[in-house]
């Protein structure tokens, strides 16, 4: 048997003199405290989340996402040694004051930091990162941040993620971190972050902010660290401390991608990073689920919501088969994992068809074989169309096929085998997207003189025009084609007048039209109430009260209850016990016998006394009648009354008596000067009035 | 043959009238029905029912037979009232009192079988083929029929409605045509000029007709409109302007009460009516109204499509039609603030769509017409026009604030389709090349966005030729041509979608086809490097992209011809040549292989002389002739049929000699095409298993044969044996011999 207790100061009916408040009501009163939920967020990149519930007494972070844009303030690291490159001048002021020869260079009209590539992390000043119980894993990519949170700041929690994102999240990390130690850099410019030089060099250097907090790619071994903290879950509920569960459901983004539930017994909080609709190759995604939260979060919409990603595609396949018939090579600077495999999915159909089938297919990363690997054995993550291939002799992705037939292969590096089995025309896929370190920087500074050759950009993370300024001038063609299969704002719409939350709490980005496109009410979020809206160091206040808290009644109290019908259906009973919490857990439990004290013990041990027990008066409720009463008043030989309404009732004045009563709609009060007869008559005149419990 | 079916019909009439047997199904009926109607139609006075009394002895026993078969009886009906339709007959089966038990009133309804809606199809049926003579309509008079017709107007089913309709017009027409041919009164005689007995029959049709329209039934009143609506158009006076008179009050309270379902029907009826009087002008006008109401639109867009219609009334509903095109596309406007109603409308999805479609398609048709605006300068229009294309790709915001139709419309294709085709119709007015920037730049967003649909391109493409066309006397349309459009044009030849690849193709035909003789576009066609990709488009996976290449090719090499001849056009000519002869002679699809000819035809008719062609033209004629796709059968000998001209008239590959004699040329000529296999090619299509081939073989075979007969001085035996070696009826006779032996 449970009840509920309300957390609120909520009034019964019940109207008597205050005398003594029954001792159910202390038990509750202990736990009377008005809870709101907070949100810190971290990062105010709405795909790279990264956020912090604190929601009862558990800490949840949610995603830790890196924003790697930063790193396009650096100069590209180049595989080989690139005369170009080296030969830069350094950068000083035009009047000779500052002089940062050796940290910064001027490429192509911009000045550049010669530096490793360093990324902008979540705040960390926002609260104790040691705090934090548990955090949330929604995608690989969403992850990137986690050596940074996990190590060096006291954290003992746990992290949960799917199978999937954890094993390709390590696949991306070990990239980031083989493409920056191959190409190590003696020194760490930091000068040009002083903020009285920063002030005076050239944009956008001058304009970046938070530079101090930028930090370095971490190394293999925090990697390695971090992820021995990762506790893999599938799509069912973990519970945390007996407080909250938390759920993952599947988001239909990347393998594994997941959206996450946390729910208390009377509080459902929907957190929805990015999630796609499109039938790409995950498994789809799950919505009902997400109905009758109170607070939705909603992260990781589409960064693109003008390219349809049917569309880029499409234009991909036709930029890729014009310069392959003209005789160029084609580059797509990609990440090793997620719309790679689409890409080549869509090209095994599509290179046939355009007589482009003897072209090869590079794709070159240090994790290449692990991902083309990996993408077919999750099968379990895949959608329907997918998972059924597996009862099939083939594998789920076409790429298998490519790869066996010499279509496509893949290398870890440029030096090696690739450099002797290397052909042109061809198409190479490789990193990193912001073309500032990985293989790509050796295509760019092959491909880049000739018109002939097509750079083809399809993450959507990176400004294109910034990642291609060190590259300038430029002959090889561009071409923009951003792939991002996150939801776009007319889906998310439509899911939320479907899902229906209370509230909904989002990046600002997503509450106003883009910048560039400011006639575009159709690319926000239009809701009612409107959605709270946060951004990097944002401290939400959660809009809804904790109202209820689950207890559980012990049955052998349960068994000494006398409930006693109120109305038809409704029955009522008191309760006297000891609330016991304990792990979140709270249990009303027989309040129990004063043990006899013996004799012989001198020393008595106060804190371990049970509570005194005394007999509870018993409860009220109902309504005291007006007319009624006052009938009753004057067959009591109370006749002069004054009948004056007030806002919550009315008060009575017996004038000859010179007594008050006020009758409120939660309380009754009888004031009455030194005349305790009167007093306890006219109580038991309104008791009369009332049920007794 | 006739007779012998005749013989057979006594025991036809009997399986038929068996109730015990199952009815044959409703074809084999209609069939029988149809051959009576033939039958009937070559009798010249003799009277079936005199030969064949079985079908008297049929008639009575189905139609007083309580079991017959609603789909017999309905037969019989459809019959009798044939049968009736000659004044013997209908003497022969009122004497035998078929026709009043077959027809009468009270033997209609006592039978379950009235429910059957066939059977009442076939009663109205039944008295339409009767209604020939007066006798006939005397009888429909007479028995009071006029009433049940009325009521089945009303019926639940649609055709027996309609025919009931149908019926009605006829008997009114009957009334006129009846009593101005025995009457004394010309045309246009006034009511006096009914008999007395008919003019009863006139009032109670048109009384009904009024009583519908005044009725608060909304399904009666429309179909009062449509009873009306068909009276209106197909009968005459003066039963035309007694029933006007008579509707135009009902129809008046009808228009001021405004109901949207009905503006088609009363539109309908309005276009029927003389739309030059002056009544229906004010009728039109009170539909219009003021523009404040939600039929209006609709109503306008009806009127702008009216062809006789006053013009007041065509500029109102214009300026009505035109409104929320301007309301969402240009700058707000304070009047366009009064029209709540359409804002309202606007604001909706489905009826902002619908609306602005309407205005749209309205548009195309004025300029379809070349419409003069008065009120609003074309400039203006097609500004708005362009506007709301860019809109629809999510470039402009919509201009009045209050309503944000760009939501709705943004990635619309159903308004980009229309927008696009009023775009294009709107290049008939020569003040708008001075948009053309605009225009082009809009047309070229469309062809550049990622996110255009198929259809959408190919709406594109069609605006941009009529655009091009209109604008070729432009030095800038090169420049846009060569800057902007080819390597837009080159990008969607790679498309993923091959619908795209194929419009693509057809547009840079048409282009070709369009700027024929323009030497700039002729050379950014060649420096572009658009031939190259054009050459290889003609590999491409799907048949249809590289039928559309062959024709595009065949295109370029025919404009290359108007330049002089280059060592560059020379290597286009023998690149295309030998591709499209892969083509004709490997590729597996037949549109290819169709094109290929076609191509080869069109380089044949051009004024100049393509002599890479000639060497291969046997090879063509014998691939083509011996292909298994009839097309490309006929397309070849219509190659043919232009080498045939060409070598027999001028013989442009033959230096001229004054010195030769008529006969001598013809003989050469002959004999030429005789190298050329054109005679294997006639001979073997002669016999071919497609009619369509064999006609157009031997049509060749005999202009040839009068052109050598015309000629009065050659030895026909002579030219023939030395052309064939053979007489052609001996040729033709072995070549079937040896086809029959295969």
Not at chain 2, 23 to 28: E, L, R
Not at chain 2, 483 to 504: A, G, N, Q, Y
Not at chain 2, 638 to 649: F, I
Not at chain 2, 709 to 726: F, I, K, M, Q, R
């Amino acid at each position: 048997m449970r009840v509920c207790s309300e957390l609120n100061d909520t009034h019964g009916p019940t109207a008597e003199e205050k005398t003594s408040v029954p001792n159910v009501s202390r038990v509750v009163a202990s736990q009377k405290t008005r809870k709101h939920m907070k949100l810190y967020c971290l990062s105010g990149h709405p795909t790279l989340p990264c956020n912090v519930l604190k929601f009862k007494s558990t800490t949840i972070m949610l995603d830790c996402g890196l924003d790697t844009t930063a790193a396009l303030y650096f100069l590209p690291l180049p595989l080989v040694h690139s005369p170009r490159l080296s030969k830069l001048p350094g950068w000083v002021s035009k009047d000779g004051a500052v002089n940062l020869e050796k940290e910064l260079k001027e490429c192509s009209g911009r000045v550049f930091v010669d530096s490793q590539p360093e990324f902008c992390l979540p705040e960390k000043e926002l609260l104790d990162l040691s705090t934090i119980d548990v955090i949330l894993i929604s995608n690989y990519h969403c992850m990137m941040a986690l050596p940074y949170i996990t190590e060096h700041t006291g954290f003992t929690g746990t992290v949960y993620a799917t199978e999937p994102t954890l094993q390709i999240g390590r696949l991306l990390m070990e990239e980031l971190v083989t493409f920056m130690e191959r190409v190590p850099k003696a020194q760490a410019a930091t000068c040009w972050k002083n903020k009285e030089i920063q002030r005076l060099l050239p944009g956008p250097l001058k304009d970046a902010v938070d530079v101090w907090s930028w930090r370095k790619c971490y190394s293999v071994q925090e990697v390695n660290s971090a992820l021995s903290k990762v506790q893999l879950v599938g799509y069912s509920q973990k519970e945390l401390f007996g407080a909250v569960q938390v759920t993952p459901l599947s988001s239909g983004y990347s393998l594994g991608s997941s959206n996450w539930i946390i729910q208390s017994h009377y509080e459902k909080v929907s957190y929805v990073s990015g999630s796609s609709l499109l039938t790409t190759h995950p498994q789809p995604m799950e919505q009902s689920s997400l109905k009758n939260s109170d607070v939705l979060i909603l992260t990781g919409l589409t960064q693109i919501p003008t390219a349809n990603p049917d569309g880029m595609l499409g234009e991909f396949c036709s930029n890729l088969a014009m310069t392959i018939r003209a005789g160029g090579n084609v580059l797509v600077p990609c990440y090793s994992s997620g719309v790679i495999y689409d890409l080549l999915e869509c090209l095994y159909q599509f290179m046939d068809s355009a007589n482009l089938g003897s072209t090869p297919f590079y794709f070159i990363s240090p994790v290449a074989n692990s991902s083309l690997e990996f993408s077919q054995i999750f099968a379990e993550w895949l959608c329907q169309n997918k998972q059924s291939k597996v009862y099939l002799p083939e594998p789920p992705f076409p790429h298998a096929e490519l790869i066996q037939t010499n279509k496509l292969k893949h290398y870890p590096s440029i030096h090696g085998d690739f450099s002797s089995e290397f052909r042109q025309p061809c198409v190479v896929f490789t990193g990193h997207p912001s073309l500032r370190f990985g293989d790509v920087v050796h295509f760019m500074e092959l491909w880049g003189k000739s018109s002939l050759n097509t750079i083809i950009f399809t993450e959507p993370d990176f400004s294109y025009l910034d990642a291609l300024a060190p590259y300038q001038p430029l002959a090889m063609k561009c071409v923009y084609c951003p792939i991002d299969t996150r939801l776009n704002f007319h889906q998310v719409s439509k899911l939320l007048k479907d899902i229906q939350p209370l509230h909904v709490v989002c990046p600002e980005p997503y509450t106003q039209p883009p910048p560039a496109q400011p006639h575009r009410s159709d690319l926000m979020l239009e809701l009612q109430p409107p959605p709270m809206a946060y951004r990097r160091c944002s401290v939400l206040g959660l809009p809804f009260r904790r109202r209820y808290e689950r207890i559980h009644l012990l049955p052998e109290l349960a068994r000494s209850l006398v409930p006693s019908e109120i109305k038809a259906g409704v029955s009522v009973a008191t309760v006297s016990a000891v609330l016991q919490s304990k792990d979140n857990k709270h249990v009303l439990q027989p309040v129990p016998k004063p043990a006899p004290v013996p004799p012989s013990k001198k020393r008595k041990r106060v804190t371990e006394e049970p509570p005194e027990v005394l007999n509870p008066k018993p409860l009220l409720s109902g309504a005291v009648p007006l007319e009624p009463f006052l009938a009753m008043l004057h067959k009591n030989g109370i006749t002069e009354v004054k009948v004056e309404e007030t806002a919550d009732g009315h008060i009575l004045h017996l004038q000859t008596e010179d007594v008050l009563i006020q009758l409120e709609e939660d309380a009754t009060h009888i004031i009455c000067d030194n005349n305790e007869p009167l007093r306890t008559a006219l109580r038991d005149l309104v008791l009369r009035f009332l049920q007794k419990l | 043959m006739d007779s012998d079916c005749l013989s057979l019909l006594p025991a036809v009439c009997l399986v038929l009238a068996d109730p015990k047997q199952a009815p044959p199904d409703d074809t084999s009926l209609e069939k029988l029905l149809d051959w009576f109607k033939e039958l009937h139609s070559q009798s010249n006075g003799q009277v079936l029912l005199q030969d064949q009394p079985c079908l008297l002895e049929f008639i009575s026993s189905v139609c007083t037979s309580e079991t017959t078969d609603p789909a017999i009886l309905s037969f019989t009906l459809k019959l009798t009232g044939l049968l009736a339709a000659t004044k013997q007959g209908f003497h022969l089966l009122e004497e035998g009192g078929l026709l009043l038990c077959a027809f009468e009133r009270e033997a209609c309804y006592v039978c379950d079988l009235w429910e059957d809606a066939s059977v009442r199809s076939g009663w109205l049926q039944g008295l339409l083929n009767m209604l020939k003579h007066q006798k006939s309509l005397d009888f429909i008079c007479r028995n009071g029929l006029i009433k049940v017709v009325l009521q089945l107007q009303n019926d639940r089913s649609l055709f027996v409605a309609s025919l009931a309709n149908q019926l009605l017009v006829h008997i009114l027409n009957f009334l006129t045509s009846s009593s101005t041919t025995n009457g004394s009164d010309a045309v246009g005689s006034s009511v006096s000029s009914l008999r007395s007995d008919w003019v009863s029959v006139s009032s109670e049709i048109m009384n009904a007709v009024v009583e519908a329209l005044s009725s608060e039934d909304h399904p009666q009143v429309l179909r009062g409109l449509r009873l009306l609506s068909l009276v209106l158009s197909q009968c005459g006076e003066p039963i035309r302007s007694m029933l006007w008179k008579d509707v135009l009050v009902p129809l008046e309270v009808l228009i001021k009460r405004g109901s949207e379902s009905l503006t088609q029907t009363l539109m309908t009826v309005l276009q029927a009516a003389d739309t030059s009087a002056r009544p229906v002008e004010e009728l039109l006008e009170a539909m219009l109204g003021d523009g404040n109401r939600k039929e209006c639109f609709q109503c306008a867009a009806l009127v702008v499509k009216l062809e006789k219609c006053p013009e007041v009334s065509k500029r109102k509903a214009t300026g009505i039609i035109l409104l929320p095109l301007q309301c969402v596309s240009t700058q707000p406007q304070t009047e366009i603030e009064t029209y709540l109603v359409l804002n309202e409308q606007l604001s909706q999805k489905a009826s902002c769509i619908s609306l602005l479609m309407q205005s749209l398609s309205s548009l195309a048709e004025l300029a379809h017409r070349k419409f003069l605006f008065e009120d609003i300068s074309i400039h203006s229009i097609t500004s708005s026009v362009v506007w709301l294309l860019r809109m629809c790709s999510g470039q402009c915001p919509s201009s009045l604030l209050r309503i944000n139709a760009s939501i709705h419309l943004i990635g619309c294709c159903k308004v980009q389709r229309c927008g696009l085709d009023t775009l294009g119709a709107l290049s008939v007015y020569e003040e708008n090349v001075d948009l053309r920037k605009d225009i082009f730049g809009v047309l070229l967003d469309y062809l550049q966005s990622p996110d255009s649909h198929a259809t959408v391109l190919k709406k594109t493409f069609q605006a941009a030729v009529r655009w091009i066309a209109v604008c070729s006397p432009f030095p800038d349309l090169l420049q846009f041509i060569s800057h902007d459009l080819f390597p837009v044009l080159e990008k969607r030849m790679c498309d993923l979608r091959w619908e795209v690849r194929d419009s693509t193709l057809e547009f840079i035909t048409q282009l070709t086809t369009a700027l024929n003789g323009n030497s700039g576009f002729t050379e950014a066609l060649h420096t572009s490097g658009m031939v190259s990709v054009l050459l290889s488009s003609l590999a491409d996976t799907e048949g249809y992209v590289r039928a559309s290449a062959v024709a595009a090719v065949g295109e370029a090499v025919t404009a290359s011809f108007h330049h002089a001849a280059t060592e560059r056009n020379s290597s286009l000519l023998e690149k295309a040549l030998t591709q499209m002869m892969i083509a004709l002679s490997q590729d597996t699809e037949g549109f290819p292989r169709r094109a290929v000819v076609k191509a080869f035809t069109s380089w044949l008719k051009g004024s100049h002389p393509v002599t890479a062609l000639e060497s291969s033209l046997s090879s063509v004629l014998s691939l083509g002739g011996n292909d298994f796709d009839w097309e490309v059968k006929m397309h070849t000998l219509e190659l043919a049929e232009v080498l045939m001209e060409k070598t027999l008239t001028c013989c442009p590959y033959i230096v001229q000699n004054v010195d030769f004699s008529e006969k001598t040329r013809l003989t050469q000529a002959l004999s030429r095409l005789k190298d050329y296999g054109l005679f294997d090619l006639l001979f073997n299509s002669l016999l071919d298993c497609d009619r369509p081939v064999c006609e157009k073989a031997c049509a060749l075979l005999v202009r040839l044969r009068t052109l050598t007969a015309e000629t009065a001085d050659l030895d026909h035996s002579a030219l023939v044996l030395n052309v064939c070696g053979n007489r052609w009826g001996d040729e033709v006779q072995s070549r079937y011999l040896n086809k029959q032996q295969a």
